[in-house]
């Protein structure tokens, strides 16, 4: 079994661009969850964009999903779109009012009454309905599939038919904060409960070679957690570590997985979209180094 470290190891050994250009087709860009870290991805597909490596297909889970979708609708002017849109988007465009008292307050009493969930999907819906690509699926340049997670069963979902946005909010809908998004008869929440990295689902959609654009933080650190919320962080980026150990081998896979990894700054989080520019800088910067060192 081949570890990310023997993966990361391997890539620079050799000019992974070029190993890239001439990897066996079709070639799909895999974009993880995230959530405020995904503004990486944008910094990686203008170093990916910049070497003329250019997808045929697209997946994306929860926040991948997002900016995946773009990818799809113009696979040229996806990153001068989306440095545009994260550069304006701020936290309560996601999550409802600005002021953090008057949220927090908001989220007891939407708890209180939903008993499911801290946050109406008011903000969020009309913020993915405001800058959907296209209406529909159909409507994109590149064939899409945008991963959300059966609330009731814990399965994946591939959404790659009929109406773009309403898919985009189930992928992104994180189970707790938003409440499940019903659709097709079914009820949906974030991809990444089960595929933050779904290489795996990719592989079944016809991928010969993946390049997966992983936006989720670094390791969990050795040190023992201190506290309930660093214990719950500690829990997540364990079970994050899991899925991408598992997602980057392609003999689980059944393909080549390049992946593409960026260091996450250790005083932010994923709810944190003050450090949208860092964040795009600091993923084109290493990925640029991964394609070319």
């Not at 969930?117 to 159909?138: G, N, Q, V």
């Not at 009731?152 to 591939?158: A, H, L, Y």
């Not at 980057?248 to 520019?277: E, H, I, N, W």
Request: charged share 20%.
């Amino acid at each position: 079994m081949t570890s990310l470290r023997g993966v990361s190891e391997s890539m620079n050994t050799s000019n992974l661009a070029t190993q890239l250009l001439g990897s066996p087709r079709p070639l799909t860009f895999v974009l993880s969850g995230g959530g405020a870290y995904g503004a990486v991805q944008v910094g990686m597909l203008q170093a990916l964009a910049e070497a003329g490596i250019k997808p045929d297909r697209v997946v994306g889970s929860s926040v991948g999903a997002l900016n995946g979708a773009f990818v799809a609708a113009d696979p040229d002017g996806a990153p001068e779109q989306l440095r545009d849109i994260w550069g304006s988007v701020e936290a309560a465009d996601v999550f409802g009012t600005r002021r953090r008292g008057t949220r927090r307050l908001g989220m007891m009493q939407h708890l209180a009454k939903s008993r499911s969930a801290l946050l109406s999907a008011e903000a969020m819906t009309a913020l993915i309905d405001r800058y959907s690509p296209a209406a529909t699926f159909d409507g994109l340049a590149l064939p899409f599939a945008s991963i959300a997670t059966d609330h009731r069963t814990g399965d994946p979902v591939i959404l790659n038919q009929g109406q773009l946005a309403p898919a985009l909010r189930a992928s992104a809908a994180i189970p707790g904060v938003f409440p499940a998004q019903e659709l097709d008869g079914k009820l949906l929440v974030d991809g990444g409960v089960v595929a933050m990295f779904p290489t795996v689902l990719a592989r079944a959609l016809g991928a010969e070679t993946i390049v997966l654009l992983d936006a989720t933080p670094s390791d969990p650190r050795p040190e023992e957690p201190q506290g309930l919320t660093d214990s719950l962080i500690h829990t997540v980026a364990l079970m994050i570590r899991t899925q991408r150990r598992a997602a980057v081998d392609p003999q689980v896979v059944g393909c080549p997985v390049f992946s593409l990894r960026s260091a996450t700054p250790p005083d932010a989080t994923a709810f944190d979209f003050s450090r949208t520019l860092p964040l795009i800088n600091d993923g084109y910067q290493r990925a640029r180094g991964h394609l070319h060192g």
